[in-house]
Every structure is written in structure tokens, then in C-alpha cells.
């Protein structure tokens, strides 16, 4: 058991949490990373006596997961349709931040939800349109029954017949309208989860890009919804340097990530999980038949074993995080 001394500053208590936690953030962009974290009340516990390894039961300081990616995001939208859509919902904001917004949609019928990358945008009859982006802390919770009162951090709370929903920590919640919503997906690339047909924007993109490859899947205006995990998986499969420049890719290249792209996402969408390794590569028979530490190649395994040639695994920082690559399956 470690103790956080009794007064110690949030500075200090942000880096120590910190340095447990994520470590796909580069060192120097941790702490200003962390600080975001650090705003929103509901995601702190009392500060008391804190276990290396608390019981799931046990209020935690946050571990700062990877952001969501674009799989959760349709998933959540999935989700919320179905608990919530096409019945009307009571709206609040417990934290006050969001009190406006949730009156003016109090009441209001939820006629869909859509997912765009990283972008929720939820649509009520008779009112604009509630966007929300989770960003790095963002978090919904929802209760089928029996939710307990929602944290004085809680942005906006949703209830109706069939559950309640608590959202916390996003980086945008608010209401847009129809033109500022066309604005926003305007600025986005394709997304895999909602077309086939993206190779080509993606192409015309990254001919304009001398950045390396690995940062330029970053870039949401290039290729919605892919993030840290999916990028170093994706270039994997592909067999791309994630140091090569993109617009030094090969047609056939990027068609090749498009298409891995959409296989991928889809398939993490449906199980709630990325799972980008083929079992055979580590002796199991069913992709169900994989365990936690067996369904990545990649991504978090630096001085492991590839799973195919058995090099060790390498890994840069690029665009602010790190990126995880083979150096023989991806010369």
C-alpha cells in the first residue's frame, strides 16, 4: 500500500498517478496531458490510502486509457440508440456546466444517434443537435437500473425509460446546429465504419502529406476514427514503416490499409474490443479462443517477440505518442 501524504500538492499527486498509468504518451506531453484529467472532479476519490492494484470495487485515480476509438464510438451510438431512441428523456446537468443545453433538450424525443470517427451527434426532435467528443477523459456510464446518484463531474445525465446515462469528462458537449454539425463532419475523412468506398480521399490525402505515415493516421481530417492502438496494428498488418512518408505510399499500399481498415474496425465494433492478431500466430484455433495479451501485434510490446518473425519489437515517438513496429516485417 502506498500513502499520498496528507496535503500533497495536485501537482504532485497528478505525476505520481501519471507515471503508473498510460505509457503510449510521450514523457514530455504527459503531465500537460494529465492535467485535463485533473479538472473534472468526478474522476478524483477522496485522497486517502491508495493500493498499488485497488479491487475493481474501489474508486480509482484514472489510468488514462488510450482516447476511444472510432470502434467505441459507433458502438456507443449503437448502445444509446437503442436504450434511448424514439422515446422522450429527461436531461440534466449535475455539474452545471452543460445546464442549458440539457433544458433546452429536456423532454425532447431522441430520434437518432450518429457516429462520425471520434464525433457522437445526437438528434432531438424539435431542437439542435447535442455533439459530443469524449477527447483523452471522457467517459459515459450507463445503468440499465438501480443508477446511483450521478458525481457533482457528471456533464450530463440522460434518463429514460430503459436506462440512465452519465457522461463526464468530454472534451465538447454542447448543441450545434444543423450547419455547424455539416462544419464539423465536413472536416473529417472517411470513416471505415461508415463507408467502403474511402481509399480514394485517403489516397488524395496523404499525396499532400510528407509527414511520416505513423502521424499522418492521426490526422482525423485524413481518416476518421483511427487512433494510437489501431495505427500501430494497422501498419503492421500492412507491413509499412511507420517512419515512411506518406506521400511516398504506393497506391496499392494505401488500398491495402483501407481495406485493413475497414476489416478491423468493423470487427472491434462488433466484439467491444480490438483484436487485430490472426490466431494461428500465436497457436490458438478461434479468434474467441485468444487471450487479453495474445490479440495485439504490436501496440504496447517493445522488446517483446514479433509474433510472426520473432524480432523484437521496436518503437518511435511520433505525433506526441508512441508508435510500436516490427523492424523485419515492416522494412
Known sequence: MRR???????????????????????????????TECARDPDLWPTIGEVPQRPPASTPQLP???PMPEGH?????????????????????????R??????????????DVEAHGKHLFYRFDGSDSLYV??????????????????????????????????????????????AEEAEIRQRLGPDPLLTDDGADDVKAALRRRRIPIGAALL????????????????????????????NELT????????????TELRRGERAGRISTVQPADVGARRRSDLRAGE????????????????????????AGRNVWFCGVCQF
Not at 467505441?72 to 452545471?96: C, D, E, K, L, M
Not at 467528443?133 to 450507463?142: A, Y
Not at 490526422?219 to 515512411?244: H, K, M, W
Open 251 to 262: 497506391d496499392a499500399q494505401v488500398e491495402d490499409m483501407w481495406s485493413h481498415t475497414v
Open 72 to 96: 467505441v464510438i459507433h458502438r456507443y451510438a449503437r448502445q444509446h440508440r437503442t436504450h434511448f431512441g424514439g422515446r422522450p428523456v429527461r436531461a440534466w446537468s449535475p455539474q452545471g
Open 219 to 246: 490526422d482525423q481530417t485524413i481518416l476518421a476514427g483511427v487512433g494510437n492502438v489501431y495505427r500501430s496494428e494497422l501498419l503492421f498488418l500492412c507491413g509499412i514503416d511507420p517512419r515512411t512518408p506518406a
Open 295 to 318: 490479440r495485439l501485434y504490436v501496440y504496447k510490446r517493445h522488446g517483446e517477440p514479433c509474433r510472426r518473425c520473432r524480432s523484437p519489437i521496436q518503437s518511435v515517438e511520433m
Open 63 to 65: 489510468t488514462l486509457d
Open 133 to 178: 467528443h469524449l477527447g483523452l477523459i471522457g467517459r459515459f456510464r450507463l445503468y440499465k437500473k438501480d443508477p446511483p446518484d450521478p458525481t457533482p463531474g457528471t456533464r450530463l445525465a440522460l434518463e429514460g425509460p430503459a436506462a440512465t446515462m452519465y457522461l463526464a469528462g468530454p472534451m465538447a458537449c454542447r448543441l450545434v446546429d444543423p
Open 98 to 111: 452543460f445546464a442549458d443545453g440539457a433544458a433546452r433538450i429536456d423532454g425532447s424525443v431522441l430520434d
Open 4 to 34: 499520498l501524504r496528507r496535503g500533497a500538492s495536485a501537482r504532485s499527486i497528478r505525476w505520481r498517478v501519471l507515471r503508473a498509468g498510460n505509457q503510449d504518451v510521450a514523457p514530455q506531453n504527459r503531465l500537460v496531458r494529465f
